[in-house]
């Protein structure tokens, strides 16, 4: 069974102090590690999508990296309107042409000015 | 509009009553999911549609049952549920099963 594991559950950082949340997982045949951003009562926003270990994308103050059994998400300089719940998701071929996403519960950051 | 929208955002009803959630994209995609999200537990997927066709049901209870009359529309027809399915109803699209997927903003259920 595909397990994604979000750590910590919730961060708190003042504003321009850099850190990570970290993503681990186990699934049978990774296709793609997904991040999503989700503000209150809001659906998940598409961030970024990595495929292989080793490959990193960039958003603004958010860096993304990806090996072998995690996922870094990291935050660079943040400010307060990065607080948000932040969604990472495992894509896994399921069978008969269709593709599952696993989700982690979330890491719950909140930058304070 | 553009992207995916839900209607309604927020719903209130009883265990005997019967109601519909709605949600569009605007995005030409040919795949449609519905997920569950409940407070501290992860995305729970429950449907899928690939071309109108349904081709996934993650065991979900017969209360809740989907409609997807083409690929820009997709409904969940709700009856007779119990207050522990109270959570927020998320729709997704995305271009094939292994692309991308988009969110729209979400039907906020309670049942009381």
């Known amino acids: 069974e595909d397990q994604v594991t979000q750590s910590p559950e919730a961060l708190r950082l003042q504003e321009g102090e850099s850190s990570s949340l970290n993503c681990s997982y186990t699934v049978s045949g990774l296709r793609g590690l997904f991040w999503y951003r989700q503000d209150p009562g809001k659906g998940p926003e598409f961030l970024f999508t990595?495929?292989?270990a080793g490959e990193e994308k960039e958003k603004e103050r958010l860096k993304a990296t990806l090996t072998k059994k995690e996922s870094f998400l990291h935050i660079t300089a943040p400010k307060p309107e990065d607080s948000a719940t932040y969604l990472c998701a495992v894509q896994a071929y399921s069978g008969a042409g269709s593709y599952q996403l696993t989700f982690g519960k979330g890491t719950k950051l909140s930058v304070i000015p | 509009e553009t992207g995916v929208t839900q209607t309604p955002r927020h719903l209130v009803m009883g265990m005997t009553n019967k109601k519909s959630l709605k949600c569009e994209q605007h995005l030409g995609h040919n795949a449609m999911y519905w997920y569950k999200q409940s407070a501290k537990k992860p995305l729970e997927l429950m449907f899928v549609?690939?071309?109108?066709?349904?081709?996934e049901n993650n065991s979900v209870p017969s209360r809740f049952s989907p409609e997807c009359p083409n690929s820009s529309h997709l409904f969940l027809h709700l009856h007779t549920l119990q207050p522990e399915d109270s959570a927020l109803y998320l729709c997704?699209?995305?271009?094939?099963?292994?692309?991308?997927?988009?969110f729209g903003p979400g039907t906020r259920l309670t049942v009381l």
């Open positions: 549609y690939n071309f109108k066709e349904q081709t």
């Open positions: 990595l495929y292989s």
């Open positions: 997704a699209s995305s271009q094939d099963p292994a692309d991308t997927q988009y």
